[in-house]
């Protein structure tokens, strides 16, 4: 690990996959297991180029770069979070893999180039204005309610970066897939694969994954579900599975 300033409130969490650890402020929105399945979730073909839509702590890069990827770039529209989500890349020794943005993804012509890259990611805010209490964090808001980008906007980002035939994986709530399947659909990028995230395995979905190909014919793969907790209370061995570390060390 790389040394880094560290300011007040600031703490550094193990990731305990592949060594990876990450700066993370209680008062800003902390990543979830929603970005440790995303990131296990898309096709990360080795040396890709990818960009992570609304990348808050960097972590779905920093899993993109553990995965294969070539070159990753976080997109954030909080410059604080993006400076944080950067001084998280350096402290991983990753600079040459993956850099931070602050960006707004509604305006990325001049920012990144069109068309060019191999796989966007997107954990975006779920729920619409008006839908739920906003948390008077701004962070927290921003990144649970679409305050500052929509599903549309997403997706339109998501469709100004990615090349034809390369993919777009997001992860959201299941009550929105159709409008996702539409979103998508309507920008060209065709849903392939679509996998549910139950709490358990008597439990409802919580969440929806989905990858999209831009340029691709219909036909859309509806993948087993995965199970995040075992009749015991604990991650079951499918999530496990994701917890790594250097030398093959697992979680237990």
């Not at 960097?58 to 899993?63: D, E, S, T």
């Not at 993006?82 to 893999?97: D, I, M, P």
């Not at 997001?170 to 139950?198: C, D, Q, Y």
Request: proline share 7%; hydrophobic share 45%.
């Amino acid at each position: 690990m790389n040394k880094v300033p560290l300011y007040p409130g600031e703490r550094v969490d193990d990731l305990i996959i592949n060594n990876l650890r990450v700066i993370q402020h209680p008062d800003a929105f902390c990543f979830s297991l929603d970005a440790i399945v995303l990131a296990h979730f898309a096709t990360v073909r080795t040396g890709a180029t990818a960009v992570d839509l609304g990348t808050g702590t960097g972590v779905i890069g920093l899993l993109l770069v553990a995965r294969g990827a070539g070159r990753v770039v976080g997109v954030e529209i909080d410059a604080v979070a993006a400076e944080r989500a950067q001084r998280s890349v350096q402290l991983n020794g990753l600079t040459k893999q993956m850099a931070v943005v602050a960006a707004d993804l509604r305006r990325l012509k001049g920012v990144l180039p069109a068309g060019a890259w191999d796989l966007v990611v997107a954990n975006p805010p779920y729920r619409p204005v008006g839908d739920g209490r906003i948390s008077p964090r701004t962070t927290v808001a921003a990144a649970r309610h679409e305050l500052t980008a929509s599903l549309a906007d997403v997706v339109a980002a998501a469709r100004y970066l990615v090349k034809y035939r390369g993919r777009f994986a997001m992860v959201h709530l299941p009550e929105r897939l159709t409008e996702i399947i539409n979103a998508l659909s309507g920008a060209g990028l065709e849903p392939k694969r679509v996998r549910f995230v139950h709490p358990s395995v008597d439990k409802s979905p919580a969440l929806v994954l989905v990858e999209a190909v831009r340029g691709a014919r219909p036909g859309l793969e509806v993948m087993p579900p995965l199970i995040v907790y075992g009749p015991d209370g604990r991650y079951s061995p499918q999530i496990l599975e994701y917890y790594v570390r250097s030398g093959g060390e697992t979680l237990d």
